[in-house]
């Protein structure tokens, strides 16, 4: 069994940075995957990025993040990270962490099906 806890988030303007946190307890393996989701009201939930366990850090983004966003994990501390510069009025959703068990050491899943477990959420507001 896997928790996460995201925290992180609040309302900023445009143009400003924000780091998430995901804190992460229980079994996790290297050849586990950790991803950030987004899901804004009225829309399906988005893949943002994906990051492997593994030494070998494999990592992939969603196109509207690529450039702005960049995603990390801290394994010493099970902690992932998504740091978030440039923020966009369209990048308000509330953003999920998830783990996808056992998926490998060297590629990332992107849809959200292949994710085992997940976070609560939290809410990131961006204001123009």
């Known amino acids: 069994q896997v928790q996460l806890v995201e925290s992180g988030g609040g309302l900023v303007q445009a143009g400003v940075s924000l780091r998430l946190s995901c804190a992460v307890s229980g079994r996790t393996s290297s050849s586990d995957a950790m991803g950030w989701f987004r899901q804004a009201p009225g829309k399906e939930r988005e893949f943002v990025a994906a990051?492997?366990?593994?030494?070998?850090?494999?990592?992939d983004y969603g196109d509207s993040v690529k450039g702005r966003f960049t995603i990390s994990r801290d394994r010493a501390k099970n902690t992932l990270y998504l740091q978030m510069n440039s923020l966009k009025p369209e990048d308000t959703a509330v953003y999920y962490c998830a783990v996808a068990v056992g998926y490998g050491r060297y590629r990332v899943p992107k849809d959200s099906p292949q994710y085992d477990y997940w976070g609560q959420g939290t809410q990131v507001t961006v204001s123009s």
């Open positions: 990051i492997s366990w593994s030494a070998f850090s494999a990592s």
